[in-house]
């Protein structure tokens, strides 16, 4: 039984069974007449459908009934002569994602060499169905004709003979369809639905080719389909970024065919990690491009002379380390980029310049890895040593093009470095000096580069955003994640690790403002939540999604779907000493629980979360586990337990006096005095939330619209013992 057979015959409507069996007599009888010499009721003769207890001839009116016509008749035909073909060519191997886009269009040619080889075994039927397909009978001419196509089932079968009754061939959908599906996600996330759609148009097309085209190599005119496929679909949705890639494959196979293990290959090999990293998208093959990279050019014959051989490979494992770091293994990137130091240290003694820029560019990637980690202390210590050795002159850095005047090499490198410094210090909980150090690389690329629409300028606005979110700054934060995000997202690809980034940092705005509704809108039409995002892109930013996506799910209340999600994604990262995500997705878990009236449960998820923290550690993490445990202690009745653990939040060493998790530690201890009947110390401890004066970075703590903020003054309203700062009233110029 072919595999058409066996999928209609478990749980199919009787329409479905009476259309395959009519395809399987249609293609028996075309096999060995003409079809101008076919008749209906030969056909209707030779249907087998014995579930339905027929007996006696079918009639061609019954046929006809079935059918609507020969168009459909046809096309049915084709498609079960072709399942019977593919089933005696063997069971289809599971499909992955190729490890490459030559490899993606070397899988649709082989299938489509299944479907030149058919053209070729049943060439007097196909070209009978040829003659079919066109075929209108005189009474669909007739005015009394219907005028709209008539109704067929929603499946496989039911589209075949859709297909038929417009005058289309899509027998061999089903085949390309997974195929072409698994092709794209080697450069790209196919939408819904667009697999199929290029399967059919591609099916279409094929059969014309192949059937007009009886004395071609069976190859070639798979080649020249797949050819035509990846330059008429693939390239429109993936981008023609996938052109320089597939250039850069081609030349790397054949110097690995033709001179393996030099420097030719190397130089091959090179060309295609630019090719990935110049988009941004297939981060975790670009590490492995990298590595392989570096592998060759650890062979004495891969550079000209020691030196230059040390600062590519130096280069390279720096190039290699950012890759795995956007993709989430930590663990490797930190090895890597601290290789890369050492063969900085080496390369000392032949150029002591060079290497000083190659060790300042490995300590901050180092810092940076840290600060991700959940180190954030260890990594700002190492940034701000890449910092001081690149203001003092050893910036010399070799990787990219050198560029004069304001947009030198030199300023390059230490505005990328000012940048990670800043980022270091809002995550170690200097959130005041880190949003002023943001806001100073804005300033200066701006003076430096002119345009504000430079992409330069714009990713230093989105790091500006996110130290406005981490200070207290919400609305000021989502107005200008959306803004450079969006400048950002119309220079990249939409499937890049930074346009998705950014996104997911202006759903955490978002959810800050108490805004779920738009925080799962924005996620949900995103790539970022698809596992192909996880699986080529970035696994950790998918996490981050995830965790953004289930905390807006419990506030627009379904927290039993958000628990779910996030206890999923609390078993899938099991506990690692050296990454914090583990440790944020189950504070998020703790969290919800919480909101979902399991105190008990977050209590138990929190103990797991304080056993893995270090100190210093994560400062900011640290805080908001204890302010999670005071507030579970609190549901649970046990005020000493959360006088503890407010102690605990109070201690935490390295935050700012004002950092808004020690605002919502008193916050908590105000509404708890309040509903308990105490009014004593209610001043003092929403005294700082309520502060209007700016702070160094020219803002209040809690800026205006800030939903904390909006608490603390409706408590202070409520009590009447908080006296609320007066502001001076503001008259509007045009009305004085």
Same mark, same amino acid.
């Given at each position: 039984?072919?595999?058409?057979?066996?999928?209609?015959?478990?749980?199919?409507?009787?329409?479905?069974?009476?259309?395959?069996?009519?395809?399987?007599?249609?293609?028996?009888?075309?096999?060995?007449?003409?079809?101008?010499?076919?008749?209906?009721?030969?056909?209707?003769?030779?249907? =087998?459908?014995? =579930?339905?207890?027929?007996?006696?001839?079918?009639?061609?009116?019954?046929?006809?009934?079935?059918?609507?016509?020969?168009?459909?008749?046809?096309?049915?035909?084709?498609?079960?002569?072709?399942?019977?073909?593919?089933?005696?060519?063997?069971?289809?191997?599971?499909?992955?994602?190729?490890?490459?886009?030559?490899?993606?269009?070397?899988?649709?040619?082989?299938?489509?060499?299944?479907?030149?080889?058919?053209?070729?075994?049943?060439?007097?039927?196909?070209?009978?169905?040829?003659?079919?397909?066109?075929?209108?009978?005189?009474?669909?001419?007739?005015?009394?004709?219907?005028?709209?196509?008539?109704?067929?089932?929603?499946?496989?079968?039911?589209?075949?003979?859709?297909?038929?009754?417009?005058?289309?061939?899509?027998?061999?959908?089903?085949?390309?369809?997974?195929?072409?599906?698994?092709?794209?996600?080697?450069?790209?996330?196919?939408?819904?639905?667009?697999?199929?759609?290029?399967?059919?148009?591609?099916?279409?097309?094929?059969?014309?080719?192949?059937?007009?085209?009886?004395?071609?190599?069976?190859? +070639?005119?798979?080649?020249?389909?797949?050819?035509?496929?990846?330059?008429?679909?693939?390239?429109?949705?993936?981008?023609?970024?996938?052109?320089?890639?597939?250039?850069?494959?081609?030349?790397?196979?054949?110097?690995?065919?033709?001179?393996?293990?030099?420097?030719?290959?190397?130089?091959?090999?090179?060309?295609?990690?630019?090719?990935?990293?110049?988009?941004?998208?297939?981060?975790?093959?670009?590490?492995?491009?990298?590595?392989?990279?570096?592998?060759?050019?650890?062979?004495?014959?891969?550079?000209?002379?020691?030196?230059?051989?040390?600062?590519?490979?130096?280069?390279?494992?720096?190039?290699?380390?950012?890759?795995?770091?956007?993709?989430?293994?930590?663990?490797?990137?930190?090895?890597?980029?601290?290789?890369?130091?050492?063969?900085?240290?080496?390369?000392?003694?032949?150029?002591?310049?060079?290497?000083?820029?190659?060790?300042?560019?490995?300590?901050?990637?180092?810092?940076?890895?840290?600060?991700?980690?959940?180190?954030?202390?260890?990594?700002?210590?190492?940034?701000?040593?890449?910092?001081?050795?690149?203001?003092?002159?050893?910036?010399?850095?070799?990787?990219?093009?050198?560029?004069?005047?304001?947009?030198?090499?030199?300023?390059?490198?230490?505005?990328?470095?000012?940048?990670?410094?800043?980022?270091?210090?809002? +995550?170690?909980?200097?959130?005041?000096?880190?949003?002023?150090?943001?806001?100073?690389?804005?300033?200066?690329?701006?003076?430096?580069?002119?345009?504000?629409?430079?992409?330069?300028?714009?990713?230093?606005?989105?790091?500006?955003?996110?130290?406005?979110?981490?200070?207290?700054?919400?609305?000021?934060?989502?107005?200008?994640?959306?803004?450079?995000?969006?400048?950002?997202?119309?220079?990249?690809?939409?499937?890049?690790?930074?346009?998705?980034?950014?996104?997911?940092?202006?759903?955490?705005?978002?959810?800050?403002?108490?805004?779920?509704?738009?925080?799962?809108?924005?996620?949900?039409?995103?790539?970022?939540?698809?596992?192909?995002?996880?699986?080529?892109?970035?696994?950790?930013?998918?996490?981050?999604?995830?965790?953004?996506?289930?905390?807006?799910?419990?506030?627009?209340?379904?927290?039993?779907?958000?628990?779910?999600?996030?206890?999923?994604?609390?078993?899938?990262?099991?506990?690692?000493?050296?990454?914090?995500?583990?440790?944020?997705?189950?504070?998020?878990?703790?969290?919800?629980?919480?909101?979902?009236?399991?105190?008990?449960?977050?209590?138990?998820?929190?103990?797991?979360?304080?056993?893995?923290?270090?100190?210093?550690?994560?400062?900011?993490?640290?805080?908001?586990?204890?302010?999670?445990?005071?507030?579970?202690?609190?549901?649970?009745?046990?005020?000493?337990?959360?006088?503890?653990?407010?102690?605990?939040?109070?201690?935490?060493?390295?935050?700012?006096?004002?950092?808004?998790?020690?605002?919502?530690?008193?916050?908590?201890?105000?509404?708890?005095?309040?509903?308990?009947?105490?009014?004593?110390?209610?001043?003092?401890?929403?005294?700082?939330?309520?502060?209007?004066?700016?702070?160094?970075?020219?803002?209040?703590?809690?800026?205006?619209?800030?939903?904390?903020?909006?608490?603390?003054?409706?408590?202070?309203?409520?009590?009447?013992?908080?006296?609320?700062? +007066?502001?001076?009233?503001?008259?509007?110029?045009?009305?004085?």
């Amino acid at each position: 039984m072919n595999r058409i057979t066996v999928e209609e015959a478990s749980g199919v409507s009787a329409q479905e069974r009476r259309l395959s069996a009519i395809g399987e007599a249609a293609a028996e009888v075309l096999r060995h007449t003409d079809y101008h010499l076919v008749r209906a009721e030969d056909v209707a003769a030779a249907v =087998r459908l014995s =579930r339905e207890g027929h007996s006696g001839r079918r009639s061609a009116v019954w046929l006809y009934n079935e059918v609507k016509s020969r168009r459909v008749l046809v096309a049915l035909a084709l498609r079960h002569a072709f399942a019977e073909f593919a089933d005696r060519a063997g069971p289809r191997e599971p499909l992955e994602t190729p490890g490459s886009l030559v490899e993606a269009r070397d899988l649709l040619t082989q299938a489509l060499l299944l479907v030149a080889r058919f053209h070729r075994a049943e060439a007097f039927l196909t070209q009978q169905v040829q003659l079919g397909i066109g075929d209108i009978a005189t009474s669909e001419k007739r005015q009394s004709a219907p005028q709209g196509p008539p109704s067929w089932p929603d499946t496989a079968i039911g589209r075949t003979a859709a297909a038929g009754w417009s005058g289309r061939v899509v027998a061999y959908a089903d085949h390309l369809a997974p195929v072409i599906a698994a092709a794209a996600r080697a450069v790209c996330l196919p939408p819904p639905g667009w697999a199929r759609a290029c399967a059919e148009k591609l099916s279409d097309l094929a059969f014309d080719a192949l059937t007009d085209d009886l004395d071609g190599p069976v190859d +070639r005119q798979a080649a020249a389909l797949s050819a035509h496929w990846y330059e008429r679909h693939l390239i429109p949705l993936a981008g023609t970024w996938i052109n320089d890639l597939d250039v850069a494959e081609r030349a790397r196979d054949v110097a690995r065919r033709s001179a393996p293990g030099t420097p030719a290959e190397a130089d091959a090999q090179a060309g295609v990690l630019r090719a990935l990293l110049d988009t941004g998208i297939l981060l975790k093959r670009a590490a492995r491009e990298a590595g392989e990279l570096a592998g060759l050019l650890e062979s004495p014959e891969a550079g000209p002379a020691a030196g230059a051989a040390l600062g590519t490979r130096c280069d390279v494992q720096n190039r290699r380390g950012l890759a795995l770091l956007r993709y989430g293994d930590l663990e490797t990137a930190r090895a890597t980029f601290e290789s890369s130091l050492e063969i900085a240290e080496k390369q000392r003694s032949l150029d002591p310049d060079d290497a000083a820029a190659h060790a300042a560019r490995a300590r901050h990637h180092l810092g940076e890895t840290l600060v991700e980690a959940g180190r954030p202390v260890e990594g700002r210590r190492l940034i701000e040593q890449a910092r001081s050795a690149r203001e003092a002159g050893g910036t010399g850095d070799t990787g990219g093009t050198g560029g004069t005047g304001a947009a030198s090499r030199a300023w390059r490198r230490l505005t990328l470095t000012a940048q990670a410094a800043a980022r270091a210090a809002v +995550r170690s909980g200097q959130v005041v000096e880190g949003l002023r150090q943001a806001e100073a690389v804005v300033t200066d690329r701006q003076a430096r580069l002119g345009d504000p629409g430079d992409i330069n300028v714009v990713a230093a606005r989105v790091s500006l955003g996110e130290a406005l979110l981490e200070a207290g700054q919400p609305i000021e934060a989502r107005h200008l994640l959306q803004e450079a995000g969006r400048q950002r997202a119309d220079l990249l690809q939409p499937t890049a690790y930074w346009p998705n980034h950014d996104l997911v940092r202006t759903a955490q705005a978002e959810l800050a403002l108490r805004d779920p509704g738009t925080v799962v809108r924005l996620l949900e039409r995103a790539p970022v939540l698809d596992d192909w995002f996880a699986a080529q892109v970035s696994a950790r930013l998918w996490v981050e999604a995830r965790v953004v996506h289930a905390q807006a799910l419990a506030l627009g209340e379904d927290p039993g779907t958000a628990v779910a999600a996030l206890g999923e994604l609390a078993e899938r990262l099991a506990a690692d000493p050296g990454d914090a995500l583990p440790l944020t997705v189950r504070r998020a878990l703790a969290e919800v629980l919480l909101l979902s009236g399991d105190p008990n449960e977050a209590a138990a998820v929190l103990r797991t979360v304080r056993a893995a923290e270090s100190d210093p550690g994560d400062p900011p993490g640290r805080a908001r586990t204890s302010l999670l445990a005071a507030r579970c202690e609190d549901a649970r009745g046990d005020d000493k337990a959360a006088a503890r653990h407010r102690a605990a939040l109070a201690g935490v060493k390295g935050l700012d006096p004002n950092h808004p998790l020690l605002l919502e530690g008193r916050y908590d201890e105000a509404a708890r005095r309040f509903q308990t009947g105490r009014f004593d110390g209610l001043d003092e401890l929403l005294a700082p939330l309520l502060d209007r004066t700016p702070l160094a970075h020219g803002r209040p703590a809690l800026g205006d619209g800030h939903p904390l903020l909006l608490k603390a003054v409706a408590l202070a309203d409520r009590s009447g013992a908080v006296r609320l700062p +007066r502001a001076p009233r503001q008259v509007l110029w045009e009305d004085a």
